[in-house]
């Protein structure tokens, strides 16, 4: 699938399915603004884009600040004079514990960078958007805004609001040219199930019905349909990229319960 031309701002890019995708867009003819705190992560993924022939710029942003969203977007056109797409997937917030035992500011955190984040990449996405004719945002959100997951609960409230965020943004630009979607993964296989070791990664892999976690390219290649043509009356919708986790719920099945009973 091509995006030449395309000029595209991810978001948390320094690392996981940002970087990922970042990748991904270059190699699909995209121009990419990667953005993130860490100016020397995305310096390097940046760097590395361009020796391979790509375009890629990196601005260190803070997503959850105002003046650092916008300059975000400005220092874009001036480097490649247009907006047609971005990617809002940054994160940060409280490790996992019970409601009661969240630190109130670890919370503030969660919503500050996640929904806060999002509605100030839009805020300032939109009207260069709008400037360039149209655009396509894809925001980040996961399972676990869909549905409640004990001990998460900064994360689940600052992705069910993320998700709330996309859909009044697709109504609001849905007839002038912006498709605004979000995603809903489940586990993909990025820092945090590394670190956490094979047997979580297993475990997290057998939530899913396809038993399975899923990889981050696997994201990515979404975010480049997302951005396409090929999906262009798609807006305003929750996309899960979960391994079937969407549908329901899919136990182990015993071998015994396999075989039909006997008759009595
Ligand atoms: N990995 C998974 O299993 C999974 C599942 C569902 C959803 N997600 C979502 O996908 C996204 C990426 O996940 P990941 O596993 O690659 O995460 P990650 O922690 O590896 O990457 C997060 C990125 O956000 C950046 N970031 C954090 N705070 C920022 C800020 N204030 N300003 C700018 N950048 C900031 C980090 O530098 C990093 O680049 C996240 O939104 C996450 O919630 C991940």
Known sequence: MTLDGKVAIVAGASRGIGEVTARALAR????VVLAARDSTAIETVAADIRASGGRALAVPTDVGDSD??????????EKFGRLDAAFNNATDGPVPAPLAEIDPLDFDLGIRTNVRGTFLGMKFQIPAMLASGGGSIVNMASVAGVRGTANLAGYVAAKAGIIGLTKVAALDYADQGIRVNVLAPGPILTYHLEAAGDDVQRRAGQA???RRVGLPEEVAATVI??????????TGVTLPVD????????????KNLTRRPAPL
Do not use: N
């Open 28 to 31: 699909s003819g995209a121009s």
């Open 68 to 77: 650092s969203a916008e300059r975000l977007v400005a220092v874009t056109l």
């Open 208 to 210: 899913a019905p396809m």
């Open 243 to 254: 391994g079937g986790m969407a549908a329901g719920e899919k136990p182990p099945l015993a």
């Open 225 to 234: 349909w997302l951005f396409s043509d090929q999906s262009s009356y798609i």
